[in-house]
């Protein structure tokens, strides 16, 4: 069962750049990462998805080592509005089948 | 194109009683998912189906049943509810691996 490890918490300011990095070291060859962010209340958002090198869209770029052990989303020029936490899913396989294994969560909170 | 709706939004039961959940995937996803999200354990994976099938099961009791419909829609029934089961379920659709959308959630509250 792959276990993934996140920061707890992190602050930011308005306009930086901030990187939140996950760790899966028993990620599988067909396993794919994505990041999902949440707001209170809410269903999880998804932000981004890479199975390995970088990938970037139009609100995120997801980083991912050569050995896929790890993972960093990076969220260029922060704003309050993304003050939320921050997952990262990793697709897993278990004895039922496909078991999709959430992270902890990490809470960004942006400060003005 | 209209997100994953889930009904209702708010549910109180009592110890004993059972409850369905209801989701309806975005237009064109086959696939829909079910987690369980709590303060203590996080988001957890319940199940997982395409084409009418249970295709993934999380580590869940049997009082955690669901199913999908021929145009997509899916149920979760709890059965025998106990405290522990306050929740916020939520269901989520896809078109292929990953890239799950989710729903609002349903907040289940067991009295």
């Known amino acids: 069962l792959a276990k993934t490890t996140q920061p707890i918490s992190m602050d930011s300011y308005e306009g930086q750049e901030v990187n939140i990095t996950c760790s899966h070291n028993?990620?599988?060859?067909?396993?794919?990462i994505t990041w999902y962010q949440q707001f209170p209340s809410q269903g999880p958002r998804f932000i981004i998805q890479?199975?390995?090198t970088k990938v970037t869209n139009e609100v995120a770029s997801l980083f991912i080592p050569a050995d896929r052990k790890s993972s960093t989303l990076s969220l260029p020029r922060v704003s309050l509005s993304d003050t939320a936490v921050y997952y990262c899913?990793?697709?897993?396989?278990?004895?039922?089948?496909?078991?999709?294994?959430f992270g902890p969560g990490t809470r960004l909170s942006v400060l003005p | 194109k209209a997100g994953v709706t889930q009904t209702p939004r708010y549910l109180i039961k009592t110890r004993g009683q059972q409850v369905t959940l209801s989701c309806s995937p975005i237009?064109?996803?086959?696939?829909v998912s079910w987690y369980q999200q709590t303060p203590g354990q996080g988001l957890q994976f319940l199940f997982e189906?395409?084409?009418?099938?249970?295709?993934n099961k999380g580590n869940f009791p049997g009082r955690f049943s669901g199913r999908q419909f021929s145009n997509s829609r899916s149920e979760m029934n709890v059965s025998t509810l106990e405290l522990g089961d306050s929740a916020l379920y939520l269901c989520a659709s896809s078109l292929g691996q990953g890239g799950w959308f989710f729903g609002p959630g349903t907040r289940l509250t067991v009295l």
């Open positions: 189906y395409f084409s009418e099938t249970q295709r």
């Open positions: 028993n990620i599988a060859t067909n396993d794919y």
């Open positions: 890479g199975y390995k």
């Open positions: 237009s064109g996803h086959r696939s």
């Open positions: 899913l990793v697709g897993d396989r278990s004895n039922y089948g496909q078991n999709f294994v």
